[in-house]
């Protein structure tokens, strides 16, 4: 070979090598952009998430914002002065609450009277002894829930037969003292001697029983104290001392003659004096009680507006309060449902 001249036959593997380098290279950028592919798709879906999220939650706020209205359109209403029945607008609305249409996405709208419930803590000893019977519980058990409620309202720490104060509690793990002041919310009754998650929560129906409802469907806290017969279940129409012939006649009444309450052939009371003419006698005891809890008006609503967009939902609940034509937000929880 002449001096200064370059051959290739000095280094006969050098093509091999590089067709081994340029082949690592290209495997090399091919995972590089594979993964920022991947990275760009989860982020891209990761937004999407982010904006069916954030249409979902303002789908559920206009919910309640149309639920809203619905109360405050029904106290202007002459035809529906003076009292609230469930086949009245704010209750009863398929038309804006079920499935409502709204840009790209629906939302659903349940309103619940909370004075359809008893008020936990102007109940008497009777009327809880009552329900819990009427729930299914022992009527040893049914002493103990109830004394042991009553002695977590009231101010004192003398332990009433059956009840409990601080004592019991603290001897607990862990331990806490009794509140000795009114329940601030439904969950408290929890952490009441007694109380047991499947009383709290109810029991579906099964092939031989049918469904209990639990306390907290039963009984509120925001309240003004007292119950409207319009929209009262049987079960709590019995624990203010109506037999079941008396439950049946206000029901007949009051769901017209279709039986389903919420339709436009539904009879609502106008006044106490009416349901209690309706149910005829009671004995005078059961019968003072009950007027001093008995309206057919509401002021305290809670409204469950559920917002969903392609498969992403999100609920709301709001606690409203109406005095008039003026409804306030007294209560916000927002709750995080599956997709």
Known sequence: MRSGVFSTERFPDNRGIAIVIVLWVVMVL??????FAFTMHVETQVASYARKELKAEMLARSGIEVARMQLILGALSPTNSGFDALNQDW??????????????????VKVTDEESKIPINRATDLQLKRLFGLLGADPADGDVITDSILDWIDTDDLTRLNGAESDYYQSLSPPYRAKNGPLDRVEELLLIRGVTPELYQG??????????????????????????????????????GLDEAQVQAVLSRRDGADGIPGTDDDLPFHSADEFFAAIGNLDPATKQAAQAMVTVTSSFFTVKSTGEVGGVKRTILATLYRNGANVQTVMWREVREGT
Do not use: K, M, W
Not at 203 to 231: M, S, W, Y
């Open 30 to 35: 091919s995972l590089l952009i594979s993964g």
């Open 91 to 108: 209750s009863t609305n398929e038309l804006l609450y079920v499935d409502h249409e709204l840009g790209d996405g629906i939302f659903n």
């Open 203 to 240: 029991t579906p129906a099964t092939d031989t029983d049918p469904a209990r409802p639990g306390l907290a469907e039963v009984f509120t806290t925001t309240t003004t104290g007292n119950i409207n017969v319009n929209t009262a279940s049987a079960i709590v129409l019995q624990a203010l």
